[in-house]
């Protein structure tokens, strides 16, 4: 199952300061199946990560690891579960390219 997790930051110098672990810890995720797509809003206000994983306690485990969290901050979120109902794939595209992406 899907989990769409919409994320409001906290403190901008903490997210700037972790933001490098936070998109590592984000592509090992995604290595191992457990992210479908993750990015920041504009005026890099918060993001919205979506999860794959069996229950909503799995995905709040994925958010309570994430150096965000661990680092203090975000000052919001929420997780739901998320049912697709119609994808186009050849839209879907990164807009932005991380180091380790």
Request: hydrophobic share 45%.
């Amino acid at each position: 199952m899907i989990f769409a997790n919409y994320v409001t930051y906290g403190d901008r110098a903490k997210i700037l300061k972790l933001r490098p672990t936070h998109q590592k810890y984000l592509f090992g995720l995604r290595d191992r199946g457990l992210v479908v797509a993750a990015g920041s809003f504009p005026e890099d206000v918060g993001g919205l990560f979506l999860y794959e994983t069996d229950t909503l306690e799995s995905a709040e485990q994925l958010m309570a690891g994430d150096p965000y969290v661990l680092g203090g901050a975000i000052a919001h979120y929420k997780i739901t579960p998320w049912e697709i109902h119609a994808v186009n794939p050849a839209l879907l595209r990164l807009t932005h390219f991380a180091a380790d992406s």
